[in-house]
Each structure stands twice: as structure tokens, then as C-alpha cells.
């Protein structure tokens, strides 16, 4: 038995799809679908990376709850200006009536901010700045950029909890009171006045 031949078929060619075809346009909505689903994913995946990681500051190991354990004789405190001006006003002597407040030794320390902000503030203020030249009180060198003191003063304690912040701004008063575990002296009648110090002697 022999092969069976093949004949060529001529004339035919390839099925073409119409132009009109429904076929033809169905594609889009899937695709422009699709191409949406793939924007949402990267905006979403943009979204994550822009998302603020929230990071929780460490408590200080020297704070049971909001007392602070690392207050003790002698008290180092941290001088503002508007302190110093309110000080010069009640003609006040600045060692003795922190001592005579804290019945203890007391160190008063003067950052370079607040040093800058007294020179800046002029002729009014020349007394406390002399007060603030005074060789008895320790100097605190500051490394930062700029001179406003509140910021200073509130960056250093949120860092070492070993100050007690003497201040009369209320801003400034307001901020610090946001910080567990640190004191604010201020000037009163004739007076220094501490706050949030558990030890301070009751008058």
C-alpha cells in the first residue's frame, strides 16, 4: 500500500480579525483596570515609605515614676536670663538665696546661649550680665547652632535629668514642666521658689 499524497490547497490564507470586531476593544477596560490596580499598588507602597516611624523616647534610669534620683547636694542649676533680670529687680543676692531656698550647696551654671543673649540685650541689662561674669559660677559650653537659650536649655535637660532650671518665663516654665523629673526655681517676693522638687525643704 503506498503514501497518500497531500495536494496544496491554494487560496488559503490567514483568518484575519475584522476591524470592527468587539474582540478588538474588550482588552481596554481589563487593561486600564489592571494599569490602575498596579498605580494603587505603588502608592500605597509610597505611602509606607513616607510613613513616620514613631519612636518612643527612653525614660530616664534615674526616674521612679516622676521623682528623679539623681537630685542631690549639690544642686546644679541651670540660669536663664529673664532669671537673672528678675533677679537684679528684688536686688537679690544670687548664691544665698538659692542656698537659703535649698538649704543646700548650689552650683549656678550659665550656658554660652544665655551669656550671648544678655551681651545682645545691651545697656539695660549690663548688671546681670555682670553677675552672669562672675568667676564662682561654672560656664556651660553649648555646641549648637544658633543662640536662643529656651531651646538650649530645654535640649540639655531632656538630655541629663541633673538640673534644676531656673527660669521666670513662662514659656519656657510651660515646656519644661512637660519633662518628668525636673525642677523650676523661680524669683518671687523677695524669694526664691522651687517647684517639683520632692526634697525641698516646706516654708
Not at 23 to 39: F, S, T, V
Not at 78 to 97: A, C, M, P, W
Not at 131 to 137: G, H, K, M
Request: positive net charge; contains cysteine.
Amino acid at each position: 500500500m503506498g503514501v497518500q499524497k497531500k495536494t496544496r490547497k491554494f487560496g488559503q490564507v490567514k483568518r484575519i480579525i475584522g476591524q470592527r470586531d468587539s474582540r478588538l476593544y474588550a482588552p481596554r477596560p481589563y487593561i486600564e483596570k489592571k494599569n490602575q490596580d498596579k498605580g494603587e499598588i505603588e502608592g500605597k507602597k509610597k505611602a509606607k515609605g513616607d510613613e513616620i516611624v514613631r519612636e518612643i523616647p527612653q525614660v530616664s534610669s534615674s526616674l521612679f515614676f516622676q521623682y528623679n534620683t539623681a537630685l542631690v547636694p549639690p544642686y546644679s542649676v541651670l540660669i536663664d536670663t529673664n532669671f537673672l533680670s528678675h533677679t537684679v529687680q528684688r536686688k537679690l543676692e544670687l548664691l544665698s538665696s538659692m542656698m537659703d531656698c535649698l538649704y543646700a550647696k548650689c552650683i549656678p551654671m550659665i550656658t554660652d546661649c544665655v551669656m550671648a543673649e544678655l551681651e545682645k540685650l545691651g545697656q539695660k541689662y549690663r548688671i546681670a550680665l555682670r553677675i552672669a561674669r562672675d568667676e564662682r559660677w561654672e560656664r556651660l559650653k553649648c555646641d549648637h547652632k544658633g543662640v536662643y537659650a529656651d531651646d538650649c536649655i530645654v535640649d540639655r535637660v531632656m538630655k541629663h535629668k541633673v538640673y534644676i532650671v531656673a527660669t521666670n518665663d513662662r514659656d519656657l516654665k510651660r515646656r519644661i514642666r512637660k519633662i518628668p523629673g525636673v525642677p523650676i526655681m523661680s524669683v518671687a517676693r523677695g524669694k526664691y521658689v522651687i517647684e517639683r522638687l520632692p526634697d525641698a525643704p516646706e516654708k
